[in-house]
């Protein structure tokens, strides 16, 4: 006969487990989802792209294709240096068009790259072209090029050069931002699911000495 396992019996003493690290974790990566979330409601996205000006009118393409959503190295990289330098170009009216077929063609992520096109706004407009304008024409002074040209028409090139130049510089800034944001994320994880095993360990211990396995039938 199986021996009867008594419920009513005194509760097994447990060693005391520590699970506010576990909760300050855990509390942290909500934090930051909120944030993400936050942060990506007002760009395009594969469940908003049907609303958003001018991509609406690719949307079904759009959704088609997983690299303009992926947010692997392939496609953030590109989606950083091609969206940094095209927004800083002189190409005001464009720049969301543009970056949609950049994205397409460089497999680059799409949200990324049309996030970057806000960068030039009405609000920025005129200080950002002033200083590429000026930086442009600091360069081509320096490579003693465009003299000759018109007035008109040397500051076009300015602006081209100056954003071209700015765009770069600022991309390599934030593609260095991104590795660090990446490597903090990697080890942010790991911590939180090195928690998350001790607690589930911890957990399944405390269960099991609450609730033993019955004994096997004796002879």
């Known amino acids: ?58 949307a079904s393409r759009a959704k088609r294709y997983p690299f303009l959503w992926s947010l692997g190295r392939a496609q953030v990289l590109p989606a950083l240096y091609a969206g940094m330098v095209l927004s800083l170009s002189p190409l005001y009216g464009l720049q969301i068009l543009l970056a949609f077929a950049l994205a397409l063609l460089l497999r680059a992520n799409l949200t990324i790259t049309v996030g970057l096109q806000m960068i030039v706004n009405p609000l920025t407009i005129a200080p950002i072209y002033g200083l590429t304008a000026w930086l442009g024409s600091w360069l081509m002074g320096l490579a003693g090029v465009g003299a000759d040209l018109p007035r008109a028409l040397f500051l076009a090139n300015a602006l081209f050069v100056g954003g071209a130049v700015a765009g770069l510089a600022l991309a390599m800034l934030a593609h260095l931002g991104w590795r ?39 002879n």
């Open 180 to 218: 660090l944001a990446a490597w903090e994320a990697r080890v942010f994880r790991a911590k939180f699911e090195v928690l998350r095993q001790h607690a589930d360990a911890h957990a399944k211990t405390t269960l099991g000495d609450a609730f033993p396995s019955p004994s096997e039938p004796s």
């Open 1 to 58: 006969m199986r021996e009867r396992i008594d419920i009513e019996a005194e509760p097994i003493e447990t060693k005391p487990f520590d699970t506010a690290p576990f909760e300050a974790e855990r509390l942290k990566l909500l934090r930051r989802r909120r944030w993400a979330r936050r942060l990506l409601r007002p760009l395009p996205r594969r469940a908003n792209v049907h609303r958003y000006p001018v991509i609406k009118w690719f």
